[in-house]
């Protein structure tokens, strides 16, 4: 199994900054496409970017792009979320995801954190 623990999160103005890790644990690291995804009071969970097992492949949500980026170091066993220019609208819960090979849905990641807030104010 893997085990994800986030860190990061914090309370920023619209318009900072922050970088989101994930640390996992376990053997095969390398094997899982790694996501994040984010979920605001009320809403479904959503979601933000993913990073295949080498690193080569990035998907990222429009609401996003270009104000995103994912990056993973396999070495290390972390997944990081660099979060530039953040509006009101990220204020969310984020979650670090373990999934299968090629996941591109929430029921194909297998392994979630506990997540981290998110809060960015006007």
């Known amino acids: 199994q893997v085990q994800l623990v986030e860190s990061g999160g914090g309370s920023v103005q619209a318009g900072g900054s922050l970088r989101l890790s994930c640390a996992a644990s376990?053997?095969?690291?390398?094997?899982?496409?790694m996501g994040w995804f984010r979920q605001a009071p009320g809403k479904e969970r959503e979601f933000v970017a993913g990073?295949?097992?080498?690193?080569?492949?990035?998907y990222y949500a429009d609401s996003v792009k270009g104000r995103i980026s994912i990056s993973r170091d396999n070495a290390k066993k972390t997944v990081d979320l660099q979060m530039n220019s953040l509006k009101p609208e990220d204020t969310a819960v984020y979650y670090c995801?373990?999934?299968?090979?090629?996941?591109?849905?929430?029921?194909?990641?297998?392994?979630w954190g506990q997540g981290t807030q998110v809060t960015v104010s006007s």
């Open positions: 376990g053997r095969a690291f390398s094997y899982y496409t």
């Open positions: 990073i295949i097992g080498s690193g080569g492949d990035r």
């Open positions: 995801a373990a999934g299968r090979p090629g996941a591109s849905t929430l029921y194909e990641y297998d392994y």
